[in-house]
């Protein structure tokens, strides 16, 4: 299928992309040392080079880019910028990682998770883990207040569910709105803080309350009008799978997640490409449901006929996906340009393309088709068993 021919190198695209996003939008805050963020657009604005717009959740999805680029080739610039961006994340927001949306609190948290966890050896390797890029003498203070956020957070999910009829954490502190972008990222963080009965209760609530008749996710559901707004958002199914996989490994069924793969390959992707939303906030959508199927790919475990669809199923939309964006990139003196739509030409909807969530999206979705066609990447940092391309082609 396209996109696993050995003539394909997409740990090399993933390098292009990443010295594209941190050449083009990765700098200081306010000319501070030892800090990095993202500049929201490019070519910048004054607001936009001043960090004068702040977005927690796309530095979340940085950090995350930038986690991910770490753990698939350990460098010691990597593991430094990694350290800049929570520096200057935490400074931007006011000295903590946290605000009213419990959405964007749950991002940041899942990041922070990642960067402050050891990596394994690869699967059938002999060399030891590598150190978190958090954790070196110089950076100790930094990783033990990172975790303590993470566990901060955790705990204001489980504390915090609502103890009315419809249940559902808010999107944001006193918001009527219960959607799956808040809820699925805390299931997530639940699930892997040590929290596995809360993390099922939102699971089940997103189950009972989102799932619309074709298997897809809704966005969420009013509390006061019990009305769901039914909008099935790419990055919607990428972290309730999430957040099924996480459940899966600690010894549910499978069956939700066999399900809602099926969904987003009939349904949502139905030509084998991840659709677009636009750009700003639906810029990074894409992205997201990449990171995600390529975590099913490589970590659901079982050898069921249903397991290996599943995971053949999720790295072919995962490899499809790269494909139609490489083959529609633009260039610039950084590297790649990618387009809000993987379907279409870079520069068709320019304003779109120049927003760092969509160049985000790029450079996640190549670090997905790395870790899926290495079948060791994310396997290396997550300790799932590894998926070979020989599977994804045999869907």
Do not use: K
Not at 84 to 92: K, P, S
Not at 105 to 127: K, Y
């Amino acid at each position: 299928m396209t996109g696993t021919g050995p003539a394909i190198d997409w740990s090399a695209r993933a390098d292009d992309a990443e010295a594209a996003v941190v050449g083009r939008s990765v700098r200081r805050l306010w000319a501070l040392p030892a800090t990095r963020l993202g500049v929201p657009h490019h070519p910048a604005r004054p607001a936009d080079r001043l960090f004068l717009r702040w977005n927690l959740w796309w530095q979340a999805h940085l950090l995350d880019a930038a986690v991910e680029a770490w753990h698939r080739a350990p460098t010691r610039p990597r593991a430094a910028r990694i350290r800049c961006l929570v520096r200057g994340a935490r400074l931007r927001n006011g000295g903590g990682w946290a605000n009213s949306y419990l959405d964007d609190t749950a991002w940041w948290a899942l990041a922070l998770e990642r960067a402050s966890r050891r990596a394994g050896p690869t699967a059938g390797s002999a060399t030891p883990a590598d150190p978190a890029p958090l954790d070196r003498q110089t950076g100790r203070r930094r990783w033990r207040t990172a975790g303590a956020a993470v566990t901060r957070a955790a705990e204001r999910f489980d504390r915090g569910w609502p103890d009315d009829e419809l249940g559902g954490l808010p999107w944001r502190d006193g918001d009527e709105f219960r959607n799956a972008p808040a809820n699925g990222p805390a299931a997530v963080l639940l699930a892997r803080t040590g929290h596995p009965a809360a993390a099922r209760r939102v699971a089940d609530w997103i189950h009972r309350e989102l799932v619309r008749p074709d298997g897809l996710v809704a966005d969420g559901i009013r509390a006061g009008e019990r009305r769901v707004e039914t909008t099935a958002y790419s990055y919607v199914q990428g972290v309730v799978l999430g957040a099924e996989l996480e459940l899966v490994l600690r010894g549910d069924a499978p069956d939700r997640l066999h399900r809602l793969v099926t969904a987003v390959d009939r349904h949502l992707a139905p030509d084998g490409v991840i659709p677009g939303h636009g750009g700003a906030d639906a810029g990074l959508f894409g992205g997201i449901l990449a990171r995600y199927l390529a975590d099913v790919t490589l970590r659901l475990p079982g050898d069921a006929p249903a397991d290996r669809t599943a995971r053949a199923t999720a790295g072919a939309l995962v490899l499809g996906s790269a494909d139609a964006a490489w083959r529609h990139r633009g260039t610039d003196r950084h590297g790649p340009v990618f387009g809000a739509d993987w379907t279409r030409p870079a520069g068709t909807d320019p304003t779109a393309d120049g927003d760092l969530s969509t160049q985000l999206s790029g450079w996640l979705l190549t670090e997905a088709a790395a870790a899926v066609t290495a079948g060791g990447p994310g396997s290396r940092w997550a300790g799932g068993p590894p998926v070979g391309p020989a599977d994804v082609a045999a869907r």
